[in-house]
C-alpha cells in the first residue's frame, strides 16, 4: 500500500476535512415492537469516530451494541426494528434520510461489516475467491482474471498462506481463524472509510484471537480506517483500540479514551467488567462477577438501569436516570474525551 492511504486527505479518500468524525452517531434510539411489546434496545446512543481510530464499544450480551451497528450499516431487522429517533452522519451526511438505493451504494465501498460468524456470512456453494472477486466485478466491472488475481492479492494482505493455491477452496475449507481473515479480506476489498467488526475474534480460540485482533489493527493502520470493535470482552481490545463506549441496556454508561479507563474507571458498571478480567499474576483466585443479569429491555428498572446490580447503589438510583456527564478531576479540570452516566461518578473516580 502506498502512504497516500496514511493521511485523511489522501487523494481519493472523501473523508471531508481531518476535523469531520467519518461516523457520527446521535442520540439513536432503535425498537423493536414485539407480542409481548415495544423493546427499546438502544436508547440514545451517541458515539464518534474519526479516520485513523479504533473505538471500542464494549457491554455484556444484549446491551444494544449489535442492533446499534446494524442501524448504523442499514441492515437493521425492520421490521420488527425501527429507528425511533436520532441522527447517522457519515462524513457529515445524515445517512438516515437516504433513500435505501442510496444506502446500498455505501455498502462495500464505504462501510464494510465483519461478523462474528464467517462460515454463516460466507456463502457455502461459491469458493472463496469467487466470492472476494464478486466485489471487484460488482463495483469496479473488473473482468474474472483480475477480480481472481485481486482476491488473490487480497489474501496474502490478510496473510493467508499460499494464496494463490487456496483461492478456489471452499469457506468450509479453512480453520475459523483463516475464515475470519478472509472475511476481514471481504470488508477491506473496497476499502471503505468506516469498518464495524462485531465480535470478530469470539469464535476463536485464545491464541487465533490475538492473531486475527493484531491483523486488524494493523491493517486499520494501513489503511487510515474509522473501525468500530465491538466486543463483551474487554481483554480484548485492551491493546488495540484508542477509545471506548461502555453500553448497558441500551445506553452508553461511560466513554474514555482506553488507557484512562484501565488505570481509573468512572463507573461501577466498568469497575465491575474490570475485575471479571482474568488475570495472570492471581490464578488460583475466584474470578469476580457482576451479580445478577442485564435486565429485560421490554421492561428496565427505573432510574439507574443498573441499579438493581450495583454495589454503590443508593435511592437516587432507583428513582433518577443518570446522564451522561464529563467526568473532572477533583480541582474541577475536564478530563478530555471522558464521561460517566453514574450519580456518583466522582466517588468511583476519586474514592
Ligand atoms: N430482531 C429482534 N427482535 C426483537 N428484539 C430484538 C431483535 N434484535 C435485538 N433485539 C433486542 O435488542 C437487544 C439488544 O440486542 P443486541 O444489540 O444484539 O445486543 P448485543 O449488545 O449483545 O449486541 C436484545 O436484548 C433484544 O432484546
Ligand atoms: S447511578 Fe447508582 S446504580 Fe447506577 S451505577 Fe451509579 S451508583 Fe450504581
Ligand atoms: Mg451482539
Not at 91 to 107: F, H, S, V
Request: charged share 25%; hydrophobic share 40%.
Amino acid at each position: 500500500m502506498t502512504t497516500s492511504h496514511v493521511t485523511a486527505q489522501a487523494p481519493g479518500r472523501r473523508s471531508g476535512d481531518a476535523d469531520t468524525p467519518v461516523l457520527e452517531v446521535r442520540d439513536l434510539h432503535v425498537e423493536f415492537k414485539t407480542r409481548e411489546g415495544i423493546v427499546k434496545a438502544v436508547n440514545g446512543v451517541n458515539y464518534s469516530v474519526r479516520a485513523g481510530e479504533t473505538l471500542a464499544v464494549l457491554g455484556e450480551s444484549g446491551s444494544g451494541k449489535s442492533v446499534t451497528a446494524q442501524a448504523i450499516m442499514g441492515i437493521l431487522d425492520s421490521p420488527p426494528g425501527r429507528v425511533a429517533k436520532g441522527e447517522i452522519l457519515f462524513q457529515g451526511q445524515d445517512i438516515l434520510q437516504l433513500p435505501e438505493n442510496e444506502r446500498r451504494k455505501l455498502r462495500g465501498p464505504k462501510m464494510a461489516m465483519i461478523f462474528q460468524d464467517a462460515l454463516s456470512a460466507l456463502n457455502p456453494v461459491y469458493s472463496v475467491g469467487n466470492q472476494l472477486g464478486e466485489m471487484f466485478r460488482v463495483h469496479q466491472g473488473m473482468s474474472k482474471k483480475d477480480a481472481k488475481a485481486k482476491a488473490i492479492e487480497l489474501m496474502d494482505r490478510v496473510k493467508i498462506p499460499a494464496a494463490g493455491s487456496r483461492v478456489n477452496d471452499y469457506p468450509h475449507q479453512f480453520s475459523g481463524g483463516m475464515r475470519q481473515r478472509i472475511m476481514i479480506a471481504m470488508a477491506l476489498a473496497l476499502e471503505p472509510d468506516l469498518i464495524i467488526a462485531d465480535e470478530p475474534t469470539t469464535a476463536l480460540d485464545v491464541t487465533v484471537q490475538a492473531q486475527v485482533m493484531d491483523l486488524l489493527a494493523e491493517l486499520q493502520r494501513e489503511y487510515n480506517m474509522g473501525l468500530i470493535l465491538i466486543t463483551h470482552d474487554l481483554g480484548v481490545v485492551a491493546d488495540v483500540a484508542d477509545k471506548i463506549a461502555v453500553m448497558y441496556a441500551g445506553r452508553i454508561v461511560e466513554q474514555s479514551p482506553i488507557h484512562e479507563l484501565y488505570k481509573r474507571p468512572a463507573h461501577p458498571y466498568t469497575r465491575g467488567l474490570l475485575d471479571s478480567i482474568p488475570r495472570l499474576d492471581q490464578k488460583g483466585h475466584e474470578l469476580y462477577a457482576i451479580k445478577g443479569l442485564p435486565p429485560n429491555l421490554l421492561k428496565a428498572p427505573s432510574g439507574c438501569a443498573f441499579n438493581p446490580r450495583c454495589p454503590k447503589a443508593q435511592d437516587i438510583c432507583r428513582t433518577d436516570v443518570p446522564a451522561l456527564l464529563p467526568v473532572t478531576e477533583t480541582d474541577g479540570t475536564e478530563l478530555a474525551g471522558r464521561s460517566s452516566a453514574c450519580h456518583f461518578w466522582k466517588e468511583q473516580i476519586h474514592g
